[in-house]
Nanobody
Framework: QVELVESGGGLVQAGGSLRLSCAAS????????VAWFRQAPGKEREIVAN????????YYADSVKGRFTISRDNAKNTVYLQMNSLRPEGTAVYYC????????????????WGQGTQVTVSS
């Protein structure tokens, strides 16, 4: 069992920045691929970024590439998402999740999820 708790969301103006954190407890966190997903009202949950166990490999959705950075500190059992140059279309609930099996970009491949943190970007 892994428990994930997201924090760092809030209201920000377009062009601003936020840093999300995903703190894990329970089973060893360092062995997991971890991803950030987001879900806007009326839309499906979509992947934002993921990171391998060591932090040496990352993936970003095209919509955030060059603006967001995913990182992890396994000593602190925490994964981060630095979000710069935020856009109104980035308004969503952001979730972190640990990968179980299957395609890394698919929500169904992830088993443990946090409760989410709301990010609202005003224009």
């Amino acid at each position: 069992q892994v428990e994930l708790v997201e924090s760092g969301g809030g209201l920000v103006q377009a062009g601003g920045s936020l840093r999300l954190s995903c703190a894990a407890s329970g089973r060893p966190f360092a062995s997991y691929f971890v991803a950030w997903f987001r879900q806007a009202p009326g839309k499906e949950r979509e992947i934002v970024a993921n990171i391998n166990w060591s932090g040496s490999s990352t993936y970003y959705a095209d919509s955030v590439k060059g603006r967001f950075t995913i990182s992890r500190d396994n000593a602190k059992n925490t994964v981060y998402l630095q979000m710069n140059s935020l856009r109104p279309e980035g308004t969503a609930v952001y979730y972190c999740a640990t990968h179980r099996s299957g395609p890394l970009s698919t929500a169904a491949s992830y088993d443990y999820w946090g409760q989410g943190t709301q990010v609202t970007v005003s224009s």
